[in-house]
């Protein structure tokens, strides 16, 4: 069975990660989505809220199943069994990071390889950061994140200001 894991924040998630995802199903058995709890970052969405957006999207892809975890992207990856990490190159700034967490996970566990899909070129320059930046200025964000996620975000972002003010 060939099983990959794409780790992540996924906070929210875009229509470039989407694309990943439905472009690595194609190629494995399985594929988990890995949504990483990290308690050094403040996300906007709570995990079990990204964990839930990533259900809505990925509906139609039978293979893809969404999990929480936290600590090493490679001990996720052992604890699922998967042989693979699936990961999304955007730009050459990507690239060096990347490439330092692929060696560093192999050398970690030999028995993982680390995927690499280039991102295709109309979602090559969005991020979940940069969603969040356009929806806090109020500007369209449809063609940046699925369908689903965009009332998401404007609501949690207006939930966000009403608190500070
Ligand atoms: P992290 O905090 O681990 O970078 P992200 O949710 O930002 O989590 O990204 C997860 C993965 O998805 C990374 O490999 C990243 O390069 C990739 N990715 C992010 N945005 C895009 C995009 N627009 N197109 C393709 N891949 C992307």
């Known amino acids: 069975m060939k099983r990959a894991v794409y780790p992540g924040s996924f ?3 875009t229509k470039g990660h989407l694309d990943i995802i439905e472009r690595a199903a194609a190629l494995v058995d399985e594929l988990i989505v890995g949504v990483l709890n990290n308690n050094k970052k403040t996300p906007l969405f709570s995990v ?3 964990v839930k957006m990533l259900e809505d999207v990925t509906g139609h892809i039978p293979n893809v199943r969404i999990e929480a975890f936290s600590g090493l ?3 996720f990856v ?5 042989q693979f990490i699936v990961r999304g190159l955007r730009a050459v700034t990507d690239f060096e990071y990347e490439l330092q967490m692929a060696q560093t996970n192999r050398s970690i566990d030999r028995g993982v390889d680390t995927l690499f899909f280039t991102t295709e070129l ?8 940069i969603v969040k930046e356009v929806a806090f200025y109020g500007g369209d964000i449809s063609g940046f994140v699925p369908p689903q996620v965009v009332d998401c975000v404007y609501n ?4 966000k200001k009403r608190e500070n003010n």
């Not at 109309?122 to 950061?129: G, K, P």
């Not at 949690?156 to 939930?159: C, S, V």
């Open 48 to 50: 079990e809220e990204r």
């Open 122 to 129: 109309n979602y090559a320059y969005i991020s979940s950061t």
């Open 11 to 13: 906070d929210p998630v």
């Open 73 to 75: 992207s490679v001990e």
């Open 156 to 159: 949690r972002i207006q939930a």
């Open 78 to 82: 052992r604890q699922c069994g998967a």
